[in-house]
């Protein structure tokens, strides 16, 4: 918290990157509160928003304009959608400036690193990425343009968090750092039921079913024939880290 309080002091702007599949469990509302009470300019930006619905995207973004008074942008920073509209509203809060320091949160593994390259164009600032949770180490400062500096913080999980899944649900965790491997597929397969089967033309309804009927379908077979549900397990795990779910 030393290190985010001086983030918050040194920054004219803020910008809090949330996933946009499950904003609400990405965001730090005690830290949007520091932002707010020092008089700092808050942008939430919602990225991976080519993998959720468009609809519950907006619906997200009235919630989260009324609650914090903050500017919202949608972002696929991998696929650099919506970067030309952030950049416009770094551009705002700039105004007559001649320099602009923007403070970035989020939630390890939230796309911040991406997000720092999308916005730094080829050859300026370029930070390294990793689908490891936990990469970016210490407060990095990156010119992102003239005048425009960008810090960025290591992940930030609030305190309050301890259940591994929803870690790995929004990719505070990997697969591989889960204790068990088949309980974590089967939450999984609750969160996103509908588009699991869809995805694997699985017709089963249960949790448990959907998780057989994938390791049949993709072969992943243990002794007499029987559904290796603990290798389905790890390959679903794999696909949803790699953001193919």
Avoid: W
């Amino acid at each position: 918290m030393k290190q985010i309080n001086s983030l918050v002091y040194s920054s004219d702007l803020m910008i809090e990157v949330l996933d946009a599949r499950f904003p609400e469990r990405t965001r730090n509302v005690n830290i949007e509160n520091r932002i707010l009470e020092k008089e700092k300019a808050l942008l939430i930006v919602l990225n991976k928003a080519d993998l959720t619905d468009k609809t519950e995207l907006e619906k997200e973004k009235k919630r989260l304009i009324k609650e914090t008074q903050a500017r919202v942008v949608f972002v696929s920073a991998k696929e650099k959608n919506g970067v030309r509209l952030l950049k416009r509203e770094i551009s705002i809060v700039k105004g007559k400036r001649t320099e602009l320091t923007i403070g970035l949160l989020g939630y390890p593994n939230s796309g911040k690193s991406t997000l720092i390259n999308a916005l730094s164009g080829k050859g300026k600032g370029k930070v390294k990425t990793s689908s490891k949770a936990g990469y970016t180490r210490g407060l990095q400062k990156i010119k992102i343009s003239e005048g425009v500096y960008l810090i960025d913080a290591p992940g930030i999980i609030p305190y309050n968090v301890r259940d591994e899944f929803e870690l790995f649900l929004v990719g505070a965790k990997n697969a591989n750092q889960l204790k068990d491997i088949e309980s974590a597929a089967l939450r999984l397969i609750t969160e996103l039921k509908e588009k699991i089967k869809k995805e694997f033309g699985v017709k089963s309804t249960e949790d448990m079913e959907i998780l057989e009927e994938i390791a049949l379908t993709k072969r992943f077979l243990a002794s007499g024939g029987r559904a290796d549900t603990q290798k389905a397990a790890r390959f679903l795990l794999e696909k949803y880290d790699k953001n193919e779910l």
